[in-house]
Nanobody
């Protein structure tokens, strides 16, 4: 059975850092592009970042560029999102998603293209 499980969310002060992880079971991540998405209360889901199956292609939303870093460890079947200089507007539930297309490309931020989703992890940025 296919599962994606996010972890590492929590409460952090503005300017702080957090790393969220996405672990896969039931399938091998190294053939999938992985996207990180987030959804804040009352807002639409937003694509945050994408990493291709090989890790050689990476995209970020403008809102997180320069502050967030996506990475993957294929032998560990995991993907990570390192978040620095966090702002209150980064508060959201963060989801990872896997898609069988190996590259990110222009469709990376469209959630409907992804096959598998995790349950999400809450990130709250507040003083």
């Amino acid at each position: 059975q296919v599962h994606l499980v996010e972890s590492g969310g929590g409460l952090v002060q503005p300017g702080g850092s957090l790393r969220v992880s996405c672990a896969a079971s039931g399938f091998t991540l190294n053939r999938y592009r992985i996207g990180w998405f987030r959804q804040a209360p009352g807002k639409e889901r937003e694509g945050v970042s994408c990493i291709s199956s090989s890790g050689g292609q990476i995209y970020y939303a403008d809102s997180v560029k320069g502050r967030f870093t996506i990475s993957r460890d294929n032998p560990k079947n995991s993907v990570y999102l390192e978040m620095n200089s966090l702002k209150p507007e980064d508060t959201a539930v963060y989801y990872c998603a896997a898609d069988g297309v190996p590259w990110c490309g222009t469709t990376w931020s469209k959630g409907q293209n992804y096959d598998y989703w995790g349950q999400g992890t809450q990130v709250t940025v507040s003083s």
